[in-house]
């Protein structure tokens, strides 16, 4: 069964203190992989997509790699405005995404 | 470029009511999807719509449908609403039939069923 699991459930960093962020997935047939930013009461906002394994995008203070088995999103010198709730899906064979419950981070000044 | 726009933003019902939430797609976006957001569960795919047909559909009871007309803007109803039911409910759209993953979110219909 195609699945994604995030970790941690949440994270609290210091202003500036770098940290990663892990999404392990499984999948038959692999169509891209997906991060998302979500803030409290809105809707998921798009950071990127990742196709293959040793494929990597950055975006600011956010880079995000992808191997075979995981994704990890890493965020460098993080500051109070990233805090928010990070989301990872997968698009599957046939085109469905399967989303990961989140990592809350929390960056504090 | 107006974003994605969901209807109402809160609403509350009780059990046994039913309950129909409206989106309107980015212009131009012709594919609507639906997802249910729970603390427990996460993101949950209800259905997805393309050109006023049914493209996909998750796991989930009959009793949640949806529609989509020829302007776009799609309408999903919930009947005989369950406590179960209470959580945001959320309407992405996309241009069309291409699958970025990237989806354009709304900022969701938040359901409280008492």
Redesign the interface.
């Given at each position: 069964e195609d699945q994604v699991t995030q970790s941690p459930e949440a994270l609290r960093l210091q202003e500036g203190e770098s940290s990663s962020l892990n999404c392990s997935y499984t999948v038959s047939g692999l169509?891209?992989l997906?991060w998302y930013r979500q803030d409290p009461?809105?809707?998921?906002?798009?950071l990127f997509?990742l196709y293959s394994a040793g494929e990597e995008k950055e975006k600011e203070r956010l880079k995000a790699t992808l191997t075979k088995k995981e994704s990890f999103l890493h965020i460098t010198a993080p500051k109070p405005e990233d805090s928010a709730t990070y989301?990872c899906?997968l698009?599957d064979s046939?085109?469905?995404?399967?989303?990961?419950?989140?990592t809350k981070l929390i960056i504090k000044p | 470029k107006a974003g994605?726009t969901q209807t109402p933003r809160y609403l509350i019902k009780t059990r046994g009511q039913q309950v129909t939430l409206s989106c309107s797609p980015i212009s131009g976006h012709r594919s609507v999807s639906w997802y249910q957001q729970t603390p427990g569960q996460?993101?949950?795919?209800l259905f997805e719509y393309f050109s006023e047909t049914q493209r996909?559909k998750?796991n989930f009871p009959g009793r949640f449908s949806g529609r989509q007309f020829s302007n776009s803007r799609s309408e999903m109803n919930v009947s005989t609403l369950e406590l179960g039911d209470s959580a945001l409910y959320?309407c992405?759209s996309r241009p069309g039939g291409s699958?970025?993953?990237?989806?354009?979110?709304?900022?969701?219909s938040r359901l409280t069923v008492l």
């Amino acid at each position: 069964e195609d699945q994604v699991t995030q970790s941690p459930e949440a994270l609290r960093l210091q202003e500036g203190e770098s940290s990663s962020l892990n999404c392990s997935y499984t999948v038959s047939g692999l169509r891209g992989l997906f991060w998302y930013r979500q803030d409290p009461g809105k809707g998921p906002e798009f950071l990127f997509t990742l196709y293959s394994a040793g494929e990597e995008k950055e975006k600011e203070r956010l880079k995000a790699t992808l191997t075979k088995k995981e994704s990890f999103l890493h965020i460098t010198a993080p500051k109070p405005e990233d805090s928010a709730t990070y989301l990872c899906a997968l698009s599957d064979s046939n085109y469905q995404l399967i989303w990961g419950a989140g990592t809350k981070l929390i960056i504090k000044p | 470029k107006a974003g994605v726009t969901q209807t109402p933003r809160y609403l509350i019902k009780t059990r046994g009511q039913q309950v129909t939430l409206s989106c309107s797609p980015i212009s131009g976006h012709r594919s609507v999807s639906w997802y249910q957001q729970t603390p427990g569960q996460g993101l949950q795919f209800l259905f997805e719509y393309f050109s006023e047909t049914q493209r996909n559909k998750g796991n989930f009871p009959g009793r949640f449908s949806g529609r989509q007309f020829s302007n776009s803007r799609s309408e999903m109803n919930v009947s005989t609403l369950e406590l179960g039911d209470s959580a945001l409910y959320l309407c992405a759209s996309r241009p069309g039939g291409s699958d970025t993953g990237e989806l354009f979110f709304g900022e969701g219909s938040r359901l409280t069923v008492l």
